[in-house]
């Protein structure tokens, strides 16, 4: 990604120019003409450098979901109050504490009074303001009701950052508990067998095969523990550049919402986002077939997207939502119902805002009984790893104990 300065014409026919994101200038001219511009001149920013130094700087304080939430609700207030939107942002940039926040809101500020619109400025901020947030900024600007826009936004977010969090919450003691037992056979694999090994040798018998397939899996370890190591690091970097983006990521989404356990978590938790992100832009006044662009890109998830969009050429080609959601194939059988409530009495807002508090209930309820999910797998897997180490080490003590005993 680049940075392009551009000159255009807006609506009104009036000359503006500032500076893009982009992927080359063709991307840029498609950014513009979303925004009602008609690219006039586009080229490389001279500020190109100085901006992508600042925003790979290892050392700079980070933007963070809070920062936006928080952004979003003090807007909101503000708006409301009463108070114009630029001695709004100047009060919120000396109040913010976060600095790049407010280097971003000075840039805002420094934007409207070109004569840019609000949305136009948040825009040039890509990685601060998701393409969702700038349209529903571009449909408040449009109706007149910024402040409401907002305060939806605000409680969009609120609602994602709690999904997040449940998410991973219901991930951690999982993980916390595999990584352990990872280490401990490492360990028992490094360390404690060989020294056992040691004493067997002296026994000078033939071992158990349980015991010699404990010795060669732990002389394999000590001997090849530097391969396998880099072997892992690799693995790892490798997996995480191809599940970045394109194929990688849409197989990777796809597959995660067929894990055990965790898969419907995953599934109902993006599907409690659409719901939300769906009943919000349509509240916002955005047409259907622009909201499911839209939501789309909020997912987080490039498969559940792909069925999304699906939903969106459905609409174009003449489909109704209900037949479009039925083809999708992600949605289950009450939801499929409430959907076709909604769309023939027209409070299909109302109808997504009710799928998603269903399905972060849902969500809810499956992390509360995750631990009973997952604690019988673990006792059975710690219970096989017990067995084969008592197996291996103990059987040929207690046979060469036996021996002795018959000696004397």
């Known amino acids: 990604m680049a940075f392009f300065s551009y000159l ?11 500076v893009l994101e982009g992927a080359d200038s063709n991307d840029c001219a498609k950014q513009l003409f979303s925004l009602g511009i008609t690219p006039l001149q586009i080229s490389v920013s001279s500020n ?7 925003a790979t700087d290892l050392f700079e304080e980070k933007i963070q979901p809070l920062d936006i939430m928080m952004f979003s609700r003090q807007m909101y207030s503000l708006l409301k109050a009463g108070i114009p939107i630029m001695s709004a942002l100047k009060g919120l940039q000396s109040f913010i504490q976060n600095k790049k926040l407010a280097a971003v809101i000075a840039d805002l500020r420094a934007s409207l ?35 409401k826009v907002f305060l939806h936004l605000y409680e969009h977010l609120d609602f994602e950052k709690s999904m997040r969090d449940q998410v991973k919450a219901a991930l951690r003691y999982p993980s916390f508990v595999i990584i352990a037992i990872t280490i401990a056979i490492v360990i028992i694999n490094l360390f404690v067998i060989p020294a056992f090994a040691k004493m067997f040798e002296s026994f000078g018998a033939q071992l158990p095969f349980m015991t010699r397939m404990l010795l060669s899996f732990s002389h394999f370890m000590m001997v090849s523990w530097p391969y396998l190591l880099i072997l ?26 067929r894990l055990p ?12 986002r659409f719901a939300r992100s769906m009943s919000l832009s349509m509240r916002s006044g955005v047409p259907i077939i622009k909201g499911l662009e839209l939501v789309a890109q909020t997912v987080d ?37 409430m959907i076709e409530v909604g769309e023939e009495s027209g409070s299909l807002d109302d109808m997504m805002t009710e799928v998603a508090d269903m399905y972060q209930r849902d969500v809810e309820y499956e992390i509360k009984t995750l631990n009973a999910q997952i604690e019988p797998i673990l006792i059975v897997c710690l219970g096989a790893i017990v067995l084969i180490l008592a197996l291996g080490v103990f059987l040929p003590i207690w046979d060469f104990g036996k021996v002795a005993m018959h000696k004397h």
């Open 8 to 18: 255009g014409r807006n609506g009104q026919g009036e000359k503006v120019q500032g």
């Open 48 to 54: 190109s450098a100085k901006q992508i130094s600042t």
């Open 113 to 147: 009074d070109s004569g840019r619109e609000f949305s136009v400025a948040l825009q040039l901020h890509p990685k601060v303001f998701s393409s969702f947030y700038v349209s529903m900024i571009r449909v408040g600007e449009t109706t007149g009701m910024l402040d």
């Open 232 to 257: 892992l690091v690799g693995s790892v970097i490798g997996f995480r550049s191809y599940t970045a983006g394109g194929t990688g990521k849409y197989q990777w989404d796809r597959i995660k919402l």
């Open 261 to 272: 356990i965790a898969g419907k978590i995953i599934q109902k938790a993006t599907m409690a």
């Open 301 to 337: 998830n490039d498969f559940i997207g792909d069925k999304i969009k699906g939903m969106q050429f459905g609409i174009e080609r003449g489909e109704s939502i209900s037949s479009t959601a039925i083809n999708s194939g992600v949605f289950n059988h009450l939801v499929l119902q």
